[in-house]
């Protein structure tokens, strides 16, 4: 496999660019309108992955000389989006793809640039992550018009909760659903009333979104759960140790602790112990990220769960995905859901990684 490199512009523009997406997001089509969203149903997911797992599982390589554009919000930024790009890059040598990879870093313009570029450079598929819901559904429209296959991972889009119809597949974990999952876990461990509190993304992103629509559900769900505070913590440690501060200042009794990521759970725990509380005794933790750290953390016994993330899975069964479109003319409609990946089911048999089962996970990143 020959591995080509296009990188938009630079680090900086992560975090305003990810924050103002909301804002700077073209007005949606009639086509890409909530009213035409499907809800994926478990049967759906379930045939979904197992389709993908059963192509995977052939051995099955795409035609001699395609070549393919991988077209991601990121593709080196962190571990997650590295661990990704290694998915990609391991299965597309092994089923026989050349990939050409276009790293928008979080940018919605960067991303509309190199989808113009990868459809008049002509390749022969696309696999996509779409910075956000809106701009990705008319980025989607235009390599779509291209007449070759798009696989899209990790982010939905055109106001559908997970897969995109006329796509040729859909993998990933981070939606609402997960989202909602994860919280009600936290929720549930409340037998009596307690205090929670949220610490998300970034407000205005597509993340932060799925992430307060979660905790609102959950909430409805546990009226003895009180959020008692639900801010932003910007995937920023210090920023996460600032609100969960402010949370415990303002409330003295704080049982639950909910973070949207692994390293911005370390300022929840330093906030914790500042306060002179025990976490995980006192104060547990819920996070998400599945992450090396995490894993130890939750071990160790100072969170009391982090939740599964698989990046790698994600843009390797997207390559798949791919591929089987490509070398078949068969698309996987559908939402592969990751929480039904091998490494969770022949696993920890949960998305939920708590001391229990945490030696029978096995961290990505």
Not at 17 to 35: E, F, H, M, V
Not at 221 to 248: E, M, R, T
Request: proline share 5%; aromatic share 8%.
């Amino acid at each position: 496999m020959t591995l080509k490199i296009s990188t938009a512009l630079g680090i900086a523009a992560l975090v305003s660019a990810i924050a103002l997406s909301a804002c700077t997001a073209p007005p949606k089509a009639a086509s890409d309108s909530p009213a035409t969203a499907t809800t994926s149903t478990a049967a759906a997911s379930t045939e979904a992955m197992g389709n993908t797992l059963k192509f995977v599982d052939a051995g099955t390589k795409a035609p001699a000389g395609k070549k393919v554009a991988y077209l991601a919000e990121c593709a080196a930024a962190n571990a997650y989006c590295q661990t990704r790009l290694k998915g990609a890059q391991e299965t597309a040598a092994k089923m026989g793809v050349e990939v050409t990879v276009f790293d928008a870093n979080f940018d919605t313009a960067a991303q509309l640039q190199q989808v113009q570029d990868a459809v008049q450079r002509g390749f022969d598929g696309y696999i996509f992550s779409p910075v956000a819901d809106a701009p990705g559904c008319s980025d989607f429209h235009l390599l779509q018009a291209s007449g070759k296959p798009v696989t899209t991972i990790n982010s939905p889009m055109c106001g559908n909760p997970d897969y995109t119809p006329e796509t040729a597949g859909f993998v990933g974990m981070q939606t609402t659903q997960f989202f909602t999952e994860h919280v009600e876990n936290a929720f549930k461990s409340c037998t009596a009333s307690c205090n929670a509190v949220a610490v998300g993304g970034f407000v205005g992103s597509d993340l932060f979104t799925r992430w307060e629509t979660a905790v609102k559900t959950a909430a409805a769900k546990y009226p003895n759960v009180k959020v008692v505070s639900d801010q932003p913590g910007n995937f920023d440690p210090a920023k996460a140790l600032s609100v969960v501060q402010d949370a415990i200042s303002a409330n003295s009794k704080i049982d639950v602790v909910l973070s949207s990521w692994d390293d911005m759970t370390r300022g929840v725990e330093q906030a914790v112990r500042d306060a002179g509380k025990t976490p995980g005794k006192d104060v547990r933790i819920y996070s998400v990220g599945g992450t090396n750290a995490g894993v130890a953390k939750v071990t160790g016994g100072a969170w009391t769960s982090t939740s599964v993330l698989l990046p790698y899975e994600e843009s390797s069964y997207g390559v798949a995905q791919l591929v089987r479109a490509l070398s078949s003319g068969e698309n996987t409609p559908g939402f592969a859901y990751l929480a039904q990946a091998p490494a969770v089911t022949l696993g920890p048999g949960s998305i939920f990684i708590t001391a229990a089962n945490a030696s029978k996970f096995h961290p990505e990143y």
